[in-house]
């Protein structure tokens, strides 16, 4: 008779990458407000912030912000062009590491990346195995990352993100719907902005919600997406770490590249 061997996935998600890459090569960086994306120009320029730093996100500015908007909540940062052959550089010693560690890989973009680590057979020692690879990170790219380890892609990711910076958060499946009830519904994988706002129209306010509420009236708003949201909000994923050399193509498919169901965010 033949056993299953238990999944174990996890989420290897590096802390505000392109800044991290900046302070870097760059020390006298350190502790100081960083912000990537176009020249403000005095809080007069056009474009986005790309990255900022946690102290830079200490003020309010984020990703996607206008650059004036994060110049005027900060002139004193540092603001900084975007230096995509110094990221994919850094990334790549990255994942080569990631590799090493997998028994499948996945990158889905410059500073994410997938791996499936069920042969470890425990928590307890994927646990290990992600302090080392935190640790092997720092040491030797000289930047750091948020783990998330769990059953399926969608707990290992929503896991990584839940003690940023510089965590590591494990949840076994006996654990993971727990895990996920409290949680803000924007915080299901693949809920964007859009989604979340008709969500809350009909009283949703958490994943818990999302999964207690009628899924026949899911479906009428949503389509199969509301289906999928359904199951999702169960913390439950089937799909596959998907074995990939470098950062695959995304599109706005059921199911993107990335594993994240419904994807309107990638």
Known sequence: MQVLRMRIIMHVDLDAFFAACEERERPE??????VIGHDPEKGKGRGVVSTANYKAREYGIHSGMPISKAYSLCPAAAFLPVNFPLYYRVAEGVMKILRKHADKFQQISIDEAFIDISSAESFEKAA???????????TTENVTCSIGIGPNKLIAKTASD???PQGLTIIKPEEAQAFL?????RKLYGVGEKTDKALKELGIETIGDIANFDVQMLQSMFGRWGTELHFLAQGLDESEVEESEGIQSVGRNHRCNSGRPGCNSC
């Open 128 to 138: 290990e195995a992600a302090a080392r690879i935190k640790q092997e990170i720092e």
């Open 181 to 185: 009830s409290a949680l803000p519904s």
């Open 29 to 34: 960086l350190k502790g100081l407000p960083v």
């Open 162 to 164: 839940f003690q940023k």
